[in-house]
């Protein structure tokens, strides 16, 4: 082989390896009819054709944004919209990371199982656990609420998904932002600039349902935070949480080079007790509720 020949060989044939790898399972695994579906690939998965796919990816959209409380919608939205190529380009950015790689040899999970709460309460007050389950508490939110994962068809992408899915509250403690519909929106734009994941990039257009005083709050504040800090910041896929518990929480976020954003709970409770004269509303101090949430 000549000189120019070995060149175009040497350029052309890494391309075509990624395109084979991609491209080629996806058309394998749905040129099928819904009478002839083929086998399950691993537990739970539910095989799609491309039209079923679309019809999905199109009705969990439309019913994420009708209420963005439906994580059912948003996590099919999610597994819908994933192949064929961000979940891969997610998957080939953990292989390319030694630590990346290690969880996907060792398959943890995150559940109140495998990670005991009682335990991580104990922590150092500052330690990376102790955030974690000092958020989880202070937000009425437990682990086990992930939906498993089964639309999509690579076994191991399909872990790479629900791996993400499962570490996303471990996202929120780290910028602390809770669990509300604003709070969602600016960690999902942080995660689209980070992940490339479309779900993410999607979900930010339910800044629709807020007020105009919250949307200005996203636009001024939080989207640029999430952005900057997204890009900037390394892949947060590649965190093996299990074994940073101990770890103290700022030394990890300058590690990943992840700022923490002003607090938005203080942030919108500051806000209320301005508009109302630094009281609870009337309203609320009569029936004696606070003004979070």
């Known amino acids: 082989m000549n000189g120019i020949g070995r060149t175009i060989h040497l350029t052309v044939a890494p391309l075509r390896s990624t395109c084979d790898r991609v491209l080629r399972p996806a058309c394998s695994r749905r040129c099928f009819s819904v009478l002839g579906r083929p086998r399950p690939n691993y537990e739970g998965h539910v095989p799609l ?8 990816a199109v009705g969990s959209a439309v019913a994420s944004i009708i209420n963005p409380r439906r994580a059912d919608m948003i996590a099919a939205l999610g597994e819908a919209t994933a192949t064929p190529y961000f979940i891969y380009r997610l998957r080939d950015a953990m292989l390319s990371d030694p630590t990346g790689r290690a969880i996907l040899r060792e398959r943890p999970r995150i559940t109140s199982t495998t990670m005991s709460l009682s335990y991580l309460r104990t922590l150092p007050e500052n330690s990376v656990g102790r955030t974690y389950a000092s958020w989880l508490d202070r937000e009425g939110v437990s682990p086990d609420t992930r939906d498993s994962v089964k639309y999509i068809d690579d076994e191991e992408c ?8 499962e570490c996303h509250d471990f996202y929120h403690a780290l910028t602390g932002l809770p669990v509300f519909v604003e709070g969602e929106v ?9 992940t490339l994941l479309p779900m993410t990039g999607l979900s930010i257009v339910a ?6 005083a919250e949307r200005r709050r996203i636009w001024s504040t939080y989207l640029p ?3 900057t800090n997204g890009l900037k910041a390394k ?11 101990e770890r103290d929480v700022d030394d990890l976020r300058l590690e990943l080079e992840i700022e923490k954003p002003v607090d938005l709970r203080q942030t919108r409770s500051r806000n209320r007790r301005g508009r109302w004269g630094g009281t609870r509303r009337p309203d609320l101090a009569e029936a004696g509720l606070g003004s979070n949430g």
Not at 158 to 165: H, K, P, S
Not at 235 to 245: A, F, P, R, S, T
């Open 49 to 56: 054709t491309a039209a079923e796919r679309a019809t999905l």
């Open 158 to 165: 399909a872990y790479v998904m629900q791996r993400y899915r």
């Open 186 to 194: 600016a960690l999902k734009a942080f995660e689209f600039a980070n």
């Open 207 to 212: 800044m629709a349902k807020l007020k105009p």
């Open 225 to 227: 935070w999430a952005l």
């Open 235 to 245: 892949e947060v896929i590649n965190v093996y949480w299990e074994k940073e518990l």
